[in-house]
């Protein structure tokens, strides 16, 4: 079972370290120019999240949540802007993309901003999970990649919070997938849309 975490509203004036409103905003640059390329397909997959608003409120958690370990998830990493964000709280990150030309931008990202941060290209919905979506038009559905699982040697069951994005409509599925295969007292994040951030815990 989940319990939902209220996270304060004011969460938003938490002051951002310089270095951090720095790459945030060197994040959009980046995507900006990825979305703008005319000689490629647009991945529709990727939307970049509010970067500031997750980034105070995965600080506002650590302060203020029991963690069961300091290992860090992300789904779906895109350009791997969490994931390196997370970095910089004391976290060891992992993030799974689906996509290789996302995965590319990511690790060019956490190179050149110097972060410690492994990404893995790979599906990062647990074998089977798929079971749990009552639609399967999901935009988490149907990646044809290796489970990202497989490739690291860990479970969902290893991570003691995990961040996502989803699409709208696909929150509950997240849910149940989360509910279903993370360790008792893990902690999930999810960004849902503009000043949505949501934080569960699973209790039983
Ligand atoms: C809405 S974007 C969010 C990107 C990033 N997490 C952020 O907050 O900026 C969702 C991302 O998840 C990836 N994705 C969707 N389903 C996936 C799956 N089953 N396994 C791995 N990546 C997936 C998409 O390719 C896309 O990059």
């Keep these: 079972m989940l319990e939902r975490i209220v996270i304060p509203s004011s969460v938003d004036q938490l002051l951002l370290p310089a270095e951090i409103r720095l790459w945030i905003s060197d994040a959009r640059n980046r995507i900006e120019a990825f979305q703008d390329r005319w000689d490629q397909p647009q991945i529709e997959q990727f939307v970049a999240a509010d970067y500031e608003l997750v980034y105070q409120s995965l600080a506002w958690t650590l302060e203020s949540q029991l963690l069961i370990g300091r290992r860090f998830l992300e789904w779906g990493c895109g350009f791997a802007v969490v994931s390196a964000l997370a970095s910089t709280l004391d ?12 995965l590319d931008q990511g690790q060019r990202l956490v190179a050149e901003w110097n972060t410690n941060v492994e990404l893995v290209c790979g599906n990062f919905l647990p074998p089977d999970s798929d079971e749990l979506a009552d639609d399967p038009t999901l935009p988490s559905l149907g990646h044809p990649v290796r489970c990202a699982y497989e490739t690291l040697g860990l479970e969902l069951d290893d991570f003691a919070i995990v961040y996502s994005y989803p699409w709208p409509g696909e929150d ?7 509910d279903r295969y993370a360790c008792r007292g893990a902690l999930m994040l999810q960004f849902c849309g503009p000043n949505d951030v949501r934080l569960w815990r699973k209790r039983a």
């Design 172 to 178: 509950d599925f997240h849910e149940r997938v989360f």
């Design 91 to 102: 976290l060891d990150v992992i993030g799974i993309e689906a996509e290789g030309e996302l």
